[in-house]
């Protein structure tokens, strides 16, 4: 059974910067792509980033280019999100998500539905 397990999160001031971590397990790892995604209170779950399973892809949503970055440590099952400059619209619950397909690469994945499994998530939020 796959567990994710996010964390890094808090309460940080605009143009901050904050690294989520997704510890995955139960399957092995580096043959699938993870993802990153968002839920803002009262609003759906939006796609932020995902990298694919070899860790040369990777693949972005307009709102966060050239301001986060996903990568993945395959050696340690982990998926990072490095977030800088961030701002208030940014403050949601960050989920990490896992491909149930192997080896796809990051373009192909950027809704929820093409996720199979989900963290807990963990609590961003950005003052002005």
């Known amino acids: 059974q796959v567990q994710l397990v996010e964390s890094g999160g808090g309460l940080v001031q605009a143009g901050d910067s904050l690294r989520l971590s997704c510890a995955a397990s139960g399957r092995t790892f580096s043959h699938y792509a993870m993802g990153w995604f968002r839920q803002a209170p009262g609003k759906e779950r939006e796609f932020v980033a995902t990298?694919?399973?070899?860790?040369?892809?990777?693949y972005y949503a307009d709102s966060v280019k050239g301001r986060f970055t996903i990568s993945r440590d395959n050696a340690k099952n982990t998926v990072y999100l490095e977030m800088n400059n961030l701002k208030p619209e940014d403050t949601a619950v960050y989920y990490c998500?896992?491909?149930?397909?192997?080896?796809?690469?990051?373009?192909?994945?950027?809704?929820?539905?093409?996720?199979?499994?989900w963290g807990q998530g963990t609590q961003v939020t950005v003052s002005s």
């Open positions: 990298v694919g399973w070899s860790n040369v892809d990777t």
């Open positions: 998500a896992a491909d149930s397909s192997m080896f796809r690469s990051s373009q192909w994945l950027h809704t929820a539905a093409d996720f199979g499994f």
